[in-house]
């Protein structure tokens, strides 16, 4: 099994990063697109994110032996729907969305009898859109691939081969689990960048202003973060619900048990956490999963 | 009024910074400086951080018209009590602490009659040490003097001065309020940072080689603050406790209230809120408050 034909439904970060990453990486595979937006299609056109744009989605699927979906997790249902039809018998369906067990639902219901095997790239920045996108996205990113029990082992074989070309590792784990996991390194972290730069934003007592001048103490973090799509996010957090609320609880937990240590003047309960959080930032840029730069390498 | 001697207490980022800032664009400005730290002072002489090294802090503030102390907050008073022999009578006495009303108390305390003007620029890594600081890191960032009332307004533009020669921005106001603004535009997001990355360290379910290879889904940005030095934030809760706690108390309130919608599957709230922190990211771009590159210019 190879791939030939790729088609790429959704052109916005993801969708236009896969398209420009396999011009770049993988040219002999002809490329494919679709959009719901039509000023989408016409950027993704001048852009030339894929060889060939379709006006509908059932056009850009016909030829295709792998189609990926680039569309918020709410929206699988609907796009895998649009493309039943006219999706080729052998094609793989996959996807890249944040959360995977409701996408294999979602997928697996709309589109009986095909492969489906979900994927999750994780790999983003905060923004969004058809010029959002570059061909580097996913280089040295891990790939989680969440095939359903029984998939084909070639289908999930090819799909990593793909996902290999375009820079990526590749893991492969259950949907429930890959939704725990990222429930802890993903949507908790967006959760609470949402939340407090919400709360930056509503105080009286301090203004917009003075927020945003001295955001540089720590602040102007969390506003990268809270600049993500906000449609992508409300629907992982409605389709990742019962991992994200259990992560939270701990999370909850935690930040209690630290108000209360600086409640009781407990230095050295501070003291303790704040030495042990190092050691996951050493891990994390060993692993080359951060830039070793100090402050990111922002410019100074 | 000005400065022609600056002696600098404490010689890791801060102090090495502002040291080098001095060399790089006021070098006519004679630098000494002091660390209680021997293996410290001896790579601050290795390095040039300042002109001249002492032994012991009185040495060091003997002939200054300006004393900077960068030491840890809860560590100001001993601080102070160590130069207040030594000090020439006219000399201002500054710091760079992130909590300002318990510098403000500890400094009056412990040097009577003396001008003490307390200051805070808002700029840091998550490095820390003699080695870390750069001669560019106050540039475009502000810096809050917070004089008390009474305070000789010459010493106050003499330290203002100061602050512009190393290129940074000047805000003038008194330390509660500074207190309560830096709670939420930096103490409480390193208390989350510190927390989350806490939470995803303990977890039975999910592994830290899990949490390390995905951490670029958002945690890894949590991480880099999460770094930062343990001793200067611990002190920085324990010398800032009830703007802090006040402060967490509004975010718990915020994250409860999200909470509550994803338990409810109320999606038109989390869209709301997700679309409303875009703003406040473009309000500190067009400041100048943060790279405007995605994902802060990180390599790819």
Not at 47 to 66: C, E, H, K
Not at 153 to 159: M, Q
Not at 272 to 285: E, H, N, P, Q, W
Request: glycine share 8%; with cysteine.
């Amino acid at each position: 099994m190879s791939i030939d034909r790729v088609a790429i439904i959704g052109l916005g970060l993801l969708g236009g990063s896969i398209g420009r990453a396999v011009a770049q990486h993988a040219p002999a595979i002809a490329t494919s697109g679709y959009d719901a937006d039509p000023a989408v299609r016409a950027k993704a056109r001048e852009l030339g994110l894929v060889a060939t744009i379709s006006n509908t989605a059932a056009d850009a699927v016909r030829d295709a032996d792998l189609v990926v979906l680039c569309v918020p997790v709410g929206a699988m249902a609907a796009a895998a729907r649009d493309i039943a039809e006219a999706l080729p018998p052998q094609a793989i369906v996959s996807d890249v969305g944040s959360s995977k067990q409701s996408v294999l639902d979602d997928l697996r219901a709309a589109l009986p009898g095909h492969a489906v095997i979900p994927a999750h790239p994780v790999a983003g920045t905060e923004q969004s859109g058809p010029e959002a996108g570059f061909a580097s996205l996913f280089e040295n990113r891990w790939c989680i691939l969440t095939p359903p029990e029984g998939a084909d082992e070639a289908a999930v074989e090819t799909l990593s081969e793909f996902w290999r070309k375009l820079g990526a590792r590749i893991e492969i784990m259950d949907a429930e689990h890959h939704d725990l996991v990222l429930a802890v390194t993903s949507h908790i972290p967006h959760l609470i960048a949402y939340t407090i730069v919400g709360t930056a934003s509503d105080l009286e007592e301090v203004t917009r202003g003075e927020v945003i001048k001295y955001s540089a103490g720590g602040f102007r973090d969390f506003t990268r973060i809270a600049a993500s799509d906000p449609t992508m996010w409300r629907d992982v957090f409605l389709n990742n619900k019962s991992a994200v609320l259990e992560m939270l609880g701990r999370f909850t937990e935690d930040l209690t048990a630290l108000q209360r240590a600086i409640r009781s003047g407990d230095g050295d309960k501070l003291h303790d956490l704040f030495s042990r959080t190092r050691a996951i930032r050493r891990g994390i840029i060993e692993e080359g999963q951060d830039d070793e730069r100090p402050d990111f390498g922002r410019e100074h």
